[in-house]
Structure formats: structure tokens, C-alpha cells
């Protein structure tokens, strides 16, 4: 998504009283944006006001009322943001409370700012929701990724359920533009009119009813498998509501506005954003109000589910049989399919030629196992001395380079690069439709919506074919499993793992301690009050370093060990030991770059778990096992939770999935999966 259709997006959820919450990575401008948004709104005739709130620095009071001794009883007073943001409501403002670093919220806390999302209260005091024209308060929402945030938390779901989420697109071309324009404030924001939920609420309702009815119970409530993904969008109930908000307010100031509706949805419901839209563009018929009123002056309006446009020359398919242009046009069309030009993009690659070229092994390969006739000499793998099957990015750091090839093919004559067009490599040729820029000359193309809703159905159709058919390949067929298969990040997974792991080994571990004073010591005057602390958890890290762990594992094991470490945080220690027959080294490290590796023997992983049993001195809490598992495992369960990171084929332990204990499998790149 552009930077402007995110900033229009916020503009209009916070108007349609959505809570928003935008990620990204520290120091790539949420909070300044966000203080932007005051001079933004004063453009378009809003009076607005900011408030920041860093939610690491917050305890519950703070967001609860803090509790004081009254004759009438104990009362629970909001604090003095709570009444300047109710005073400027009242006053006609749009309060933007900007609850920043909401992953390093701890989970009290932030049920404690629950009360104030759901019920707009603080303490005894209800602050006003915001209507348009009318002024009152509503919730923006800031965190960077769990991993770089400090003592990072993930959003608990009952949060994250009532939060819109986005990434904050902030990229390095658009940040130079604004830095040499001093970081001016979005212009031409949209205005909700105050009328926009009697206007559109009910027919976005009626249309998302339709849907999930037909859909199945599935797609009203799908709570994640991966406990991760909780944190994020995910269907339920209530995100179909508030995408039935979003989605009123997005029609009454920018009508059919495809890129606006899916980020919409997708922040909200998230997988279940492209079959919604699917379904209703197949819904998309006139109103008959709208036939009834002129049935012969009524036109059909035009469908926006045009073919990607294919240039060809037609004294070059005069010359080729039928079966050539097919074999070509299949080519072509799996340039798009494959999504090469995003990947190209993602990947950070400038050369298209080289780019160009790797994707066409990739798809030629493929072309060239079915039988089908291949026009001309194109390029394919094995000219190039390469191995078939492997993927465009893979080809592309083994073609030679055009210096290195003297700008010439290494084979006989040819030249390294054909070009497929933008389609392929991203760059526009001057033999291609113009852009649709705005200009009276654009020709409108397909958004990436679409084309994601035509790649998703092009590969749900492949695999509801039958395996034992033979009309579809099993490069294909691999494409569309692959395409339809939900990407799981398993890094999400392990970091939620671990800290779930020791936030329950050390849950109602506190204790008082005089070391520092209490945060509410100004309110108890000269009774000195001990403030709280909670030990910090110890986790154990056990690499398997036998003989049956390759390279690539190890340097897997070193990297998750590197993960945990910064995990935790500055100052924290984790016991590292290396094992393969016998235990070689225990020591504690501060970062993944203290650890030596040692072994190379046989294998028994259970030596490794007794030495942490048996340890006496500083026991750990937490054992996170890197391993390719074809080792023998203790009958028993350790006495403390065991993450096992499975890298290999091995089995893992029978007691692995018992209780808080997790296996968490790592498929290496290139791994194959039974089809």
C-alpha cells in the first residue's frame, strides 16, 4: 500500500471510531505522523488534538483510575489526560489518544487499556465517542515488532480482536521526499459526513451476512492455530462489525475504492479478506431500483475484472505453429502468476536482464518437462549448466553477471536476457499500455487485489484436480499448494513460545524490594513504600552438535540462540551447553557470539537434558532444544518446560507437545514435501 491510501485509511477509520494500529520497525516515523495528523485534520476543517501515551512507561492506574480512600468509599480517580482529552471533546475537538509501544505493555496493563478501547473509560470518568461534526475521542494505536522491542509482549487476542492492523509503509524514497519538504502534514484528508452509517451501514452488513452465511462458520470466527498470528487480524464476530464500519465510511467518501476496501478487510479479518471480496465481485449486479427507475435508458456497468494486457507481433505468431503461441502465452501468463515482479522487488534486485532470464528458467524448466513445445531457443537451466527446479531466486545468483560474461551469453551466440516485459521484471517498456496515472492517455490495469484473487483461483483450481489425472504438472501442482498454503513465520512462533514459557515460569514471582523507590511514593509523603520487582527468568539453550547435524543446522541453532538473547534483553543470561554422545561445554552467554561449538560424535541429546536436571547452582526455567531429533529421548519429561527446535527428520520426543512443552519443526530452503 502507498503511503498516501495509508494515511487516507487511517483518516477515515478514526472517524468511523475504529481503533488502529500500525506496526513497523523503530525510528521509520509513526509517532511523527501521527503528531502530523493535527495540522492534516486543521486542513480539512477538523479541529484535532493529539495525545501520546507510551504504554511501557503506563502501569493499570493509569488507564483503570487510581484508586484513593474517600468517607464514601474508595474512589478511582482518572488521571489528568482523562479530563483534558474530555474537555477538548466537548469542545468539538477529534481527540486522537495515541497509545504508543503497545507491545511492550505488559498484559495487566493492557487489559487495563481494554476497559478504555471498549468502553471509553477512564477510572469514573466516560469520555465521549467520537461523530463526526461533533467532536470526542478516538485510539491510534503504535508498536514496533515484538522482536525489537524492548521486554517485547505480544498484543493479547481479547486486544488484538478489537484493533485494525497495518504495516506502516514507510519506505526510503518516500521518507526523502518528505525530508526535504520538512515532513509536511497529509493533505486533503478525507471528512466523513455525519450521516455515512444511515447512508451504507446496512448494505455492507447485509452483504457480509450473505457471505458468512454461505461461507460456513469458518469464515465468522477463525481464531489462529498459530498462537503467534493471535496478535493479528483474524475473523470473529466482532471484526466483521467493525469492517462493516470501516467499509460504510470508505464508500461515503471514496466510492468503490478496491485498494482502500482490501486493506480495510485485511487488517481486520485478515485470510478472510480475498474470498469476501471474491464472492462479491461475483454479486457485483445493478440495484433493481436503479431498472426499474429507466429500464431502457439503463446501462450494465463496466466489470473492473479485465485480462492483464499481452503485447504481441503478428507476423511472428504467423510463423509459429498454434501450439509455439500457446507454449508462449502460458510463458507469459506465468510470469504474472508467479508473482515475479513483487519478487524481484522484495528480493532487492536491479538487474531485470539477469532477473528476466532466472525467471524464465524457472517457468521454461517446468514447460519444457510437460512436452510442450517451446519457441525459438529459450533459456533453460540446463544451457546455463544450473540444475532444473530450483526457483528464479536461486538461478539468479548463479547466472553469470553481464561483466563477468563479457556482456555476452555463455552460449553459443544467444544473449543472456530476453524481456518478457514489465510483467516479469517490473520495468515498463515503451511498447506497453500507458500507466493509469490520472492522465486522459492511462489505460486502467489490473490492482493487486485482483490479481491476487485471480492467482489464488488459478491455483485452487489445479489442486481440486486429481493427482492420478496426469493434466496438470507436479511443478504446478507444488505452485498451488504452495500459493494456497496459509505462510506460517515460524520465528513468530518460536518467539512466542519462548515467552509465554517464561512469563509462566516466573508468573507470581515478585517481591518488594527498597532498592529503588515506589512509582507512587509523592502520594504517600513520609512512609517510605517498597516498590516491586520480578526476578528475571533463566532459560537454558541445548545445541545438538553430533555428527548427524550439517552446517546449515548449526548455523540455524546459533541463529535462534541469537533470537533469544535479544529477546530478553540487555543484561540477561542464557546457559548454553553443546552436546553430542557426551556434554563438552556449559557456560552462560550474553549474545550468540560467545558460543563455541565442540562435539562431532555420535548422538544422545538425553546427556544433555540430565546435565540441566542435575544443575544445583542458578536452575533454569525454561530448555530450548535445537536438534534434527534422530537422537534417543528420556522416557520422562524435564521438571521445566522444553521448546524442542526440530531442524532435521528425526523424531521428536514422545512428551513433546505435553503439557506447556512444544516441538516447533524447521523445514530447511529447498526441503520437498510430499505432494
Not at 467518501?253 to 487488517?267: E, I, M, S
Request: proline share 8%; net charge negative; hydrophobic share 35%.
Amino acid at each position: 500500500m502507498e503511503f498516501k491510501h495509508f494515511v487516507q485509511l487511517i483518516a477515515i477509520g478514526l472517524q468511523a471510531r475504529i481503533p488502529m494500529h500500525m506496526t513497523g520497525f523503530p525510528g521509520v516515523g509513526k509517532t511523527e505522523f501521527t503528531k502530523s495528523l493535527e495540522a492534516g485534520f486543521a486542513r480539512a476543517g477538523l479541529k484535532c488534538k493529539v495525545f501520546i501515551l507510551v504504554g511501557s512507561i503506563r502501569e493499570p492506574q493509569d488507564f483503570g483510575g487510581f484508586p484513593v480512600s474517600t468517607p464514601d468509599g474508595v474512589r478511582l480517580l482518572p488521571m489528568a489526560w482523562a479530563r483534558d482529552a474530555r474537555h477538548l471533546a466537548e469542545d468539538g475537538y477529534m481527540v486522537i489518544m495515541f497509545l504508543d509501544e503497545l507491545t511492550t505493555v505488559p498484559p495487566t496493563t493492557q487489559a487495563a487499556m481494554l476497559r478504555l478501547l471498549t468502553e471509553n473509560v477512564c477510572g469514573e470518568l466516560t469520555l465521549p465517542n467520537y461523530e463526526p461534526g461533533k467532536g470526542g475521542v478516538v485510539y491510534l494505536c503504535a508498536s514496533n515488532a515484538v522482536e525489537w522491542a524492548a521486554g517485547g509482549q505480544e498484543i493479547q487476542p481479547p486486544m488484538a480482536n478489537r484493533l485494525w492492523h497495518g504495516e506502516f509503509p514507510m519506505d526510503h524514497e518516500t521518507w526523502c521526499e518528505m525530508m526535504v519538504s520538512d515532513f509536511p502534514a497529509p493533505t486533503d484528508l478525507p471528512v466523513l459526513p455525519p450521516d455515512y452509517l444511515h447512508t451504507h451501514h446496512y448494505r455492507q452488513r447485509a452483504m457480509i451476512a450473505a457471505y458468512v452465511k454461505a461461507a460456513g462458520r469458518d469464515a465468522w470466527m477463525a481464531p489462529p492455530d498459530d498462537p503467534a498470528r493471535r496478535s493479528g487480524p483474524w475473523p470473529s464476530g466482532r471484526t466483521w462489525y467493525l469492517a462493516s464500519r470501516l467499509l460504510a465510511a470508505i464508500e461515503a467518501v471514496a466510492p468503490d475504492h478496491r485498494l482502500l476496501q482490501g486493506a480495510a478487510l485485511v487488517g481486520l479479518v485478515g485470510d478472510q479478506a480475498l474470498p469476501f471480496l471474491e464472492y462479491r465481485e461475483t454479486l457485483n449486479l445493478p440495484d433493481p431500483e436503479d431498472i426499474l427507475k429507466d429500464p431502457r435508458g439503463f446501462v450494465l456497468p463496466e466489470r473492473v475484472d479485465r485480462a492483464y494486457a499481452v503485447c504481441y507481433n503478428d507476423a511472428w505468431l504467423a510463423t509459429h505453429t498454434v501450439e509455439e503461441n500457446a507454449t508462449l502465452l502460458i510463458h507469459e501468463v506465468s510470469h504474472l502468476l508467479r508473482d515475479h515482479e513483487a519478487r524481484k522487488k522484495a528480493a532487492g534486485i536491479k538487474d531485470h536482464r539477469r532477473w528476466n532470464t532466472a525467471g524464465d528458467c524457472e517457468i521454461n524448466d517446468d514447460l519444457h518437462d510437460e512436452g510442450l513445445p517451446l519457441p525459438g531457443d529459450p533459456p533453460l537451466p540446463g544451457t546455463y549448466g544450473l540444475q532444473s527446479g530450483k526457483s528464479a531466486e536461486v538461478y539468479y545468483n548463479q547466472l553469470p553477471t553481464p561483466r563477468a560474461a563479457g556482456h555476452e551469453s555463455i552460449r553459443r551466440g544467444q544473449q543472456t536476457s530476453q524481456d518478457c516485459g514489465s510483467g516479469a521484471h517490473g520495468e515498463r517498456r515503451f511498447w506497453e499500455l500507458p500507466a493509469d496515472d490520472g492522465r486522459d492517455t492511462g489505460v486502467p490495469g489490473v490492482d493487486r487485489l485482483k490479481a491476487e484473487l485471480v492467482r489464488r483461483d488459478v491455483a485452487r483450481r489445479i489442486d481440486e484436480m486429481s493427482p492420478y489425472s496426469g493434466d496438470v504438472s507436479l511443478a504446478w501442482r507444488r505452485w498451488a499448494r504452495a500459493t494456497l498454503a496459509p505462510k506460517v513465520d515460524y520465528m513468530a512462533t518460536i518467539r512466542y513460545a519462548v515467552r509465554r514459557a517464561l512469563r509462566d515460569s516466573t508468573l507470581g514471582r515478585y517481591d518488594r524490594t527498597y532498592r529503588r523507590p515506589h512509582r507512587r511514593q509523592a502520594c504517600y509523603g513520609e512512609f517510605i513504600m517498597a516498590s516491586f520487582y520480578q526476578p528475571r527468568p533463566r532459560p537454558g539453550f541445548l545445541i545438538d552438535t553430533s555428527s548427524s547435524m550439517d552446517d546449515s543446522q548449526l548455523a540455524r541453532a546459533v541463529t535462534e540462540l541469537g533470537g533469544l538473547t535479544r529477546q530478553l534483553g540487555y543484561g540477561a543470561e542464557v546457559v548454553v551447553a553443546c552436546c553430542d554422545a557426551a556434554v563438552h561445554t556449559v557456560k552462560k552467554v550474553f549474545s550468540a557470539t560467545q558460543v563455541e561449538l565442540y562435539g562431532g560424535g555420535g548422538t544422545d541429546i538425553g546427556v544433555g537434558i540430565r546435565a540441566f536436571i542435575e544443575r544445583t547452582s542458578d536452575p533454569i526455567d525454561l530448555l530450548v532444544i535445537v536438534s534434527d531429533c534422530r537422537t534417543p529421548w528420556p522416557e520422562k519429561a524435564p521438571p521445566f518446560p522444553v521448546i524442542t527446535i526440530r531442524v532435521g527428520d528425526g523424531r521428536p520426543p514422545d512428551w513433546g507437545t505435553r503439557g506447556t512443552n512444544k516441538v516447533i519443526t524447521i523445514e530447511e530452503p529447498g526441503a520437498t514435501r510430499p505432494i
